[in-house]
């Protein structure tokens, strides 16, 4: 079992609707969770972390955390061309410096 | 902002060729991390520093060495270059109290 899964899409969504990305881990004790957004050709770059069970908003994104279930997600609201991108879902298993990155999630905002 | 540069954002060397790319934080971070990225494989870690001089092997190690003799600057050398080695090397640093790290540009490495 891979230690983070993403479902790999594509996920096209029509512009200015929500993009719902989901993040599923195993490690049970992780502690922090990143959403990291990476276009074509580019490196990825960190757009939200959480650590506490909950939603956690930022502009038109909200992560969501349920420990318990060991999911993590990422919403985009009001979703536009320029979130068309590569999202990828990363944890910090406890005790470690280091993060697992799921594979990562394609979105396709069509106009 | 955190910034973290790479040498060269493109390199194109010869098969048994050694190479070296280098990356630099400006942010004073403990953990300085180098991947690889292909397609349908995702970021696999190669190696990473916890402090100066000090390394630990990724998932990938094989076929590359680091050395990290400056808090800010962490580099990874292939020995001697192989066409399987052809990728996109990516650096990151996080802080030493928390666990975000934070990616350089890159670098296209091709190996012809």
């Known amino acids: 079992q891979k230690e983070v899964e993403q479902n790999s899409g594509p996920l096209s969504v029509p512009e200015g609707a929500i993009a719902s990305l989901n993040c599923t881990y195993s490690d049970r004790g992780s502690q922090s969770f990143f959403w990291y957004r990476q276009y074509s050709g580019k490196s990825p770059e960190l757009i939200m972390f959480i650590y506490s069970n909950g939603d956690k908003e930022d502009g038109r994104f909200t992560a969501q955390l349920n420990k318990a279930s060991q999911y993590v997600s990422l919403l985009i609201r009001d979703s536009q061309p320029s979130d068309s991108a590569t999202y990828l879902c990363a944890v910090n298993p406890v005790g470690d410096y280091k993060l697992s990155f799921g594979a990562g999630t394609t979105v396709t905002v069509r106009a | 902002d955190v910034k973290v540069t790479q040498s060269s954002r493109y390199l194109v060397k010869r098969t048994g060729e050694k190479v070296f790319l280098e990356c630099v934080q400006d942010?004073?971070?403990?953990?300085m991390f180098w991947y690889r990225q292909d397609p349908g494989l995702g970021l696999r870690l190669i190696y990473f520093?916890?402090?100066?001089?000090?390394?630990e092997k990724g998932d990938i190690p094989e076929g590359y060495s680091v050395s990290r003799e400056k808090k800010e600057r962490f580099s990874l050398i292939l020995e001697s270059a192989s066409t399987n080695q052809t990728s996109m090397y990516l650096c990151?640093?996080?802080?030493?109290?928390?666990?975000?790290?934070?990616f350089g540009p890159g670098t296209r490495l091709t190996v012809t």
């Open positions: 942010m004073d971070h403990e953990n």
């Open positions: 990151a640093s996080s802080p030493g109290d928390s666990y975000e790290q934070y």
């Open positions: 520093s916890y402090d100066v001089k000090m390394k």
